[in-house]
């Protein structure tokens, strides 16, 4: 058993099988080019805000448990401005991963070839229904012990009024979510990475960190939770190639976190 696992965790072999590299200085420069392009217009500079918003939440007098950030909030008084806020930033994110997307097959690859195909539901959805259940559970443990050491903030899953498109707009946030983050952080970073000659590890490493980075407005248990997620998911991709498995995993952590705080906050006594 012991090797097996060690079997698992090690990169190799990759699938789906990596893509040629890049043979020359021109093309690894337009590479990174894209890279650091696509990240700066989308979860890089996430990324950044999230670690002011942190700065700024560690200078304020009170402890970081004692402060709230919420994950869902109301953009408008209007409930139908608001909704078409909540809408807009939903379209947002299936943008970002549809230009991940677009990029991969701009680049001469098929997007079946970082799993995003329909030959295998059945396999991906119990594989999704797993990644979940190992993801979550320990996450929420996690959130609850950093909150408790002062690590992490009060997180808000969702403080969206209760109106008739509430449960609806946080089903959607948890898909846009989804697709943005696994596009973006494991089809479309490691398959470039790839490219550039970097390891399975440090590929891996660097989507996991970037993961975790984007979260810190969350707090310290923020970071490190995104940052096991992203090592997980990263793997689980590398050795099977089912990136609509993580898509699955990803939108099944949301919307139980969304939906489920939205139906039971001030009914469960350890919810805030």
Aim: some cysteine.
């Amino acid at each position: 058993m012991r090797g097996g696992l060690r079997g698992w965790l090690a990169p190799g072999p990759v699938n789906p099988p990596p893509p040629d590299p890049a043979d020359d200085l021109a093309e690894q420069t337009l590479i990174r080019t894209e890279l650091f392009i696509v990240l700066w217009i989308t979860l890089g500079l996430s990324a950044l805000r999230s670690g002011l918003s942190l700065l700024q939440s560690l200078l304020r007098p009170e402890r970081l448990p004692d402060q709230h950030v919420a994950i869902n909030a109301p953009a408008a008084a209007n409930p139908f401005i608001d909704l078409g806020l909540q809408l807009a930033y939903v379209l947002q994110l299936l943008g970002w991963g549809a230009l991940g997307g677009y990029l991969i097959v701009r680049g001469g690859m098929a997007l079946r070839d970082i799993g995003l195909d329909g030959r295998r539901p059945g396999h991906d959805s119990a594989l999704a229904a797993a990644l979940a259940a190992l993801i979550g559970i320990p996450g929420l443990g996690l959130y609850l012990a950093a909150r408790a050491a002062g690590a992490n903030l009060t997180v808000l899953p969702s403080t969206l009024n209760d109106t008739w498109w509430r449960l609806p707009v946080l089903i959607l946030a948890a898909a846009g979510n989804a697709w943005a983050e696994e596009v973006l952080l494991t089809g479309y970073l490691l398959t470039r990475l790839r490219q550039l000659g970097y390891s399975e590890n440090a590929g891996v490493l660097g989507s996991a960190a970037l993961r975790g980075c984007y979260h810190l407005y969350q707090g310290f248990g923020g970071f490190v939770g995104n940052l096991v997620m992203g090592l997980v998911f990263g793997r689980v991709w590398q050795r099977t190639g089912r990136l609509w498995a993580l898509v699955g995993a990803h939108l099944l952590l949301d919307v139980a976190a969304f939906v489920g705080y939205a139906l039971l906050a001030g009914k469960l006594s350890w919810l805030p």
